[in-house]
């Protein structure tokens, strides 16, 4: 009898095993994911790496920890599920000014805007007159190469007065530096002002910059980097710590780049084609390169963002009337379109595509360019269904 039991129990152990492997699902492969670590990385290294996914992901913030009083967000991860791009719900705004004399509006809570507030304090509201504009958060892979691309490859891509003739005439956004940060050693600076690189206008110098900026402006943090509380104004202890700061940047600095899948083919092969013939790459740049770097896992890469980093008029669909560095109302930044293909991931099963997240589709956010990206976007509307299939199959396998 016992041993009859024994079989029982065993057979019923296999059973559930065999069960649940069925029930749970896999584990997806890795190109079909947008976090992780890029490959090579040191032990000391990934332990860095896992310290700061641990604090952009799991680490939210409370009033017993320092949010607030008046925030955005409550994590960095709440605003980027799976290191994805964001949706309306997690959108920010930014208010100023129309013009290029520097944001007016700071000394009132500018450049961001604070929509949430602990219980007892009123949210922000936009100040009479300033204008604004909706910006929906960026993908976070990749962006350890980004920041390494020279600035001698980038003014190489600029064409500010459009001397080719082929209507585009990008631009980089020079802007003053803030005290913490400190120039690549390759840079080139003009008047004092560096190039730069990350934010959908190219406000943020480097993924340092990014950070604190997030920090503050998204959760209400101080750090020493930046001590202004942004309801007070007043400088206050800091609220998280520099190893943290640290942390979170070698985090962003080391996620994997996107992997394209499918890249054999045959119609993602007919659209990437496509999408070079129509004038697409002209500013979405297919392969830049890194310089050095002292994370050797990233230093003298080959990669493929599909970005030139530069400014761009998109024309008056996209003019939003708000500025931020040397960047235009209709200017903005050309967004990479690797890992396109995955956003949906992180988007709630659709896409929320170009600045705002107005486009809902790939198609959509093609047909609302315009001024620099005119005529592609002619090219784009005269191909057949099957090539218009192929070329958006190509973007998807990004």
């Known amino acids: 009898m016992k041993k009859f039991k024994i079989i029982t129990a065993i057979v019923l152990v296999i059973t559930s095993v065999v069960a649940c492997e069925k029930l749970l699902p896999g584990t997806p492969p890795g190109d079909e994911l947008l976090d992780g670590p890029v490959e090579g990385l040191s032990f000391e290294q990934n332990r860095q790496f896992l310290a700061g996914d641990v604090a952009f992901n799991e680490e939210i913030f409370t009033s017993q920890n320092g949010l607030g009083s008046i925030f955005v967000a409550t994590s960095c991860g709440s605003c980027h599920a799976g290191d994805g791009k964001g949706h309306p ?218 970005t030139d980093l530069l400014l761009h008029d998109m024309g008056p669909a996209l003019d939003d009337g708000y500025t931020e560095g040397s960047a235009k109302t209709s200017e903005w930044r050309t967004p990479p379109l690797w890992g396109l293909g995955l956003s949906p991931n992180s988007q709630g099963g659709q896409y929320f595509l170009l600045h705002d997240g107005r486009a809902k589709s790939i198609e959509e956010a093609i047909l609302l360019h315009g001024g620099e990206g005119q005529q592609s976007k002619e090219r784009f509307q005269q191909l057949s269904v099957q090539e218009k299939n192929s070329l958006i199959k190509f973007l998807k396998s990004l």
Request: hydrophobic share 30%.
């Open 89 to 306: 719900f997690t959108t920010l705004t930014r208010f100023g000014q129309t013009d290029s004399t520097g944001n007016q509006y700071l000394h009132l809570g500018g450049p961001q805007l604070q929509n949430r507030a602990l219980p007892g304090y009123t949210p922000e509201q936009i100040p009479a007159g300033a204008t604004f504009s909706k910006f929906t958060p960026p993908a976070n892979t990749g962006l350890g190469f980004l920041e390494l691309v020279s600035d001698a490859d980038i003014l190489a891509m600029a064409d500010p007065n459009d001397g080719n003739g082929d209507g585009i005439s990008g631009v980089p956004n020079y802007e003053y530096l803030p005290s913490f940060v400190s120039p690549f050693s390759n840079a080139i600076p003009r008047n004092g002002k560096y190039i730069h690189r990350f934010g959908k206008k190219a406000a943020a110098y480097n993924l340092l910059h990014q950070t604190v900026n997030a920090y503050n402006q998204d959760i209400g943090i101080t750090s020493t980097f930046q001590p202004k509380d942004v309801y007070s104004g007043l400088h206050i202890d800091p609220e998280v710590s520099d190893q943290t700061i640290h942390n979170v940047v070698f985090y962003l600095q080391t996620l994997k780049a996107p992997v394209q899948r499918n890249q054999n083919d045959a119609e993602v092969i007919q659209g990437k084609n496509l999408f070079i013939q129509t004038g697409c790459e002209s500013c979405h740049k297919q392969t830049l390169k890194t310089g050095t770097s002292p994370i050797s896992s990233l230093s003298n890469k080959t990669f493929h963002p599909y």
